[in-house]
T-cell receptor, first 115, second 115 residues
Framework: AQTVTQSQPEMSVQEAETVTLSCTYD???????LFWYKQPPSRQMILVIR??????QNATENRFSVNFQKAAKSFSLKISDSQLGDTAMYFC????????????FGQGTELSVKP | EAGVVQSPRYKIIEKKQPVAFWCNPI?????LYWYLQNLGQGPELLIR????????DSQLPKDRFSAERLKGVDSTLKIQPAELGDSAVYLC?????????????FGPGTRLTVL
């Protein structure tokens, strides 16, 4: 069975600095998708960034980038120039064709950006 | 473009009472998901619809939970009777079949408190 693990329950970072959130996963499939979702205190889950496993190039969205290590089954999120609005719960998630799009989430990392 | 709409946002009921949640997905999205999110945890899938067909309901506690998606658009999730352990946030999400990246758009959720 596929599993997603986030080993950092809480993280904090100073405004304008860089922070990295960790995620590992376990799967026997070779073609799958990985996501980082952000859930602010208002609870609307928002997609931050997406990575297709068959792509070797790491995905980047403005200040957000990932370090995708397929062999190590690692998928970390780097937030550069952290802003107060980045304060939220961050969830790593996995899906694949075999899962039919069902997202398997990690436990989440609560990120606090301090002024 | 309107996002995923859920109602009510909050619901407080006594145990053993019935409760229903409603979801209106993004227009044109044929896939609809109901997730359960316990406090401090990542969401877990309850049921997935492809149009009006429930294609994955393996994690839906069918003795007390039921769901429907008439006409392949709006969906209702019902609990009868509710138990104390059902207190959680119920999230609805939708996606478009043509998006092979399985990006899902989430609603704000319904926070259920069972007393």
């Amino acid at each position: 069975a596929q599993t997603v693990t986030q080993s950092q329950p809480e993280m904090s970072v100073q405004e304008a600095e860089t922070v990295t959130l960790s995620c590992t996963y376990d799967t026997s499939e070779s073609n799958y998708y990985l996501f980082w979702y952000k859930q602010p205190p208002s609870r609307q889950m928002i997609l931050v960034i997406r990575q297709e496993a068959y792509k070797q190039q790491n995905a980047t969205e403005n200040r957000f980038s990932v370090n995708f290590q397929k062999a190590a089954k690692s998928f970390s999120l780097k937030i550069s120039d952290s802003q107060l609005g980045d304060t939220a719960m961050y969830f790593c998630a996995f899906t694949s064709y075999n899962q039919g799009g069902k997202l398997i989430f990690g436990q989440g990392t609560e990120l606090s950006v301090k002024p | 473009e309107a996002g995923v709409v859920q109602s009510p946002r909050y619901k407080i009921i006594e145990k053993k009472q019935p409760v229903a949640f409603w979801c209106n997905p993004i227009s044109g999205h044929n896939t609809l998901y109901w997730y359960l999110q316990n406090l401090g945890q990542g969401p877990e899938l309850l049921i997935r619809y492809e149009n009006e067909e429930a294609v994955d309901d393996s994690q839906l506690p069918k003795d007390r939970f039921s769901a429907e998606r008439l006409k392949g658009v709006d969906s209702t999730l019902k609990i009868q009777p509710a138990e104390l352990g059902d207190s959680a946030v119920y999230l609805c999400a939708s996606s478009f079949e043509g998006d092979r990246g399985y990006e899902q758009f989430f609603g704000p959720g319904t926070r259920l408190t069972v007393l």
